[in-house]
């Protein structure tokens, strides 16, 4: 199985970025919740944004709400974050990862819920 992220870069704040993820090699991706995680050297990797398999179930940080969308397409196994009004505080690697199981309610954003992750990009807000 392989998640392979785009689009990350340097922005200034307020500006905005699309990350792109598409796996591959898990015939059943569309079955499961896809997301977008986040982390900082020296800090926990923390979960931003996460989709259900039908796009119709979202969950956001509360830090990203407003701020951050996330999309899927099934028929690419396919999962990408908009991110507008980009702050500092944003600048981190992101990971995009997938789940190959049920969760529990309250658990999709917690990293520990997903199977497969992608290498990481890295965005960086100025």
């Known amino acids: 199985v392989q998640l392979v992220e785009s689009g990350g870069g340097s922005v200034q704040a307020g500006g905005s970025l699309r990350l792109s993820c598409v796996a591959s090699?898990?015939?059943?991706?569309?079955?499961?919740?896809m997301g977008w995680f986040r982390q900082i050297p020296g800090k926990d990797r923390e979960g931003i944004a996460t989709q259900s398999p039908s796009g119709e179930t979202a969950y956001y940080h509360d830090s990203v709400r407003g701020r951050f969308t996330i999309s899927r397409d099934g028929s690419k196994n396919a999962v990408y974050l908009q991110m507008d009004s980009l702050k500092a505080e944003d600048t981190a690697m992101y990971y995009c990862?997938?789940?190959?199981?049920?969760?529990?309610?309250?658990?999709?954003?917690?990293?520990?819920?997903?199977?497969?992750w992608g290498q990481g990009t890295q965005v960086t807000v100025s």
């Open positions: 990862a997938q789940a190959s199981r049920g969760m529990e309610p309250g658990t999709h954003l917690s990293p520990n819920q997903y199977t497969y």
């Open positions: 090699g898990f015939k059943d991706s569309g079955w499961y919740y």
